[in-house]
């Protein structure tokens, strides 16, 4: 069937659906013009220093804040470690497991000493309370009985099994009680170690983190167990 080339189109004025060839279909304004466009404003490129600075001021608030309350780097710069630990390794000090349990015997902690810990174990004065972090094991937990006797720990009465010491400890020490909310920290080379043993017990809240694992160097590359 054949349609009717007059009927619809769009010079019929009774279509109301398509418009007269003779009209625009854009709309004019009241001067008879066309409005112009609106644009949004351009964007004004960012100086590339200023960009820079946003950047670097973005990457150093995240490192502060993986390092205030997931992990940190350390060093050991001392020998009261030893054999687990020795000289210039580098570790990674984790915050996150003691936010959800309490430090356990044999944990390597790191944490800060009290502050006579320069008269006690350097026999030099600190009179501006000046104090570097300590890395030693836990040993006693609060509320046990802790003594050092015939070169073995004891453990209310009972012997603390060690094979990360390599030799027993000379001095005699104790009995003493952990205090609540607090630990006895010793360091593996016990005939070296400056720890409670001297400046007494530590409380929980001087604790930074646990020692969990060694990056450097890498033929020592690894976690540290108990």
């Given at each position: 069937?054949?349609?009717?080339?007059?009927?619809?189109?769009?010079?019929?004025?009774?279509?109301?659906?398509?418009?007269?060839?003779?009209?625009?279909?854009?709309?004019?304004?009241?001067?008879?013009?066309?409005?112009?466009?609106?644009?949004?404003?351009?964007?004004?490129?960012?100086?590339?220093?200023?960009?820079?600075?946003?950047?670097?001021?973005?990457?150093?608030?995240?490192?502060?804040?993986?390092?205030?309350?997931?992990?940190?780097?350390?060093?050991?710069?001392?020998?009261?470690?030893?054999?687990?630990?020795?000289?210039?390794?580098?570790?990674?000090?984790?915050?996150?497991?003691?936010?959800?349990?309490?430090?356990?015997?044999?944990d390597i902690v790191v944490f800060w000493p009290p502050d006579n810990v320069s008269e006690v174990c350097q026999g030099q004065p600190n009179p501006n309370r000046q104090k570097d972090a300590f890395i030693k094991r836990v040993i006693g937990l609060p509320g046990e009985k802790v003594e050092v006797r015939d070169g073995k720990v004891l453990i209310n009465d009972q012997e603390l099994p060690e094979n990360y010491t390599e030799e027993p400890s000379r001095d005699p020490w104790g009995p003493q009680i952990v205090p609540p909310n607090s630990y006895l920290m010793m360091g593996d080379n016990r005939n070296n170690s400056c720890d409670s043993r001297r400046w007494g017990f530590i409380p929980r809240s001087e604790i930074i983190g646990r020692a969990a694992f060694r990056f450097w160097p890498i033929d020592r590359i690894g976690t540290l167990g108990k």
């Open positions: 069937m054949s349609t009717n080339p007059d009927q619809n189109s769009p010079s019929d004025p009774g279509n109301p659906f398509l418009s007269s060839s003779s009209e625009s279909t854009e709309q004019v304004g009241g001067n008879g013009t066309a409005p112009k466009p609106v644009h949004p404003p351009p964007l004004k490129p960012e100086n590339g220093w200023v960009e820079a600075a946003k950047t670097i001021g973005l990457s150093l608030i995240l490192a502060l804040g993986i390092r205030q309350f997931v992990a940190e780097a350390r060093y050991i710069p001392s020998e009261s470690m030893v054999p687990t630990l020795v000289i210039n390794d580098r570790l990674m000090v984790e915050k996150i497991t003691y936010l959800f349990h309490s430090p356990e015997r044999g």
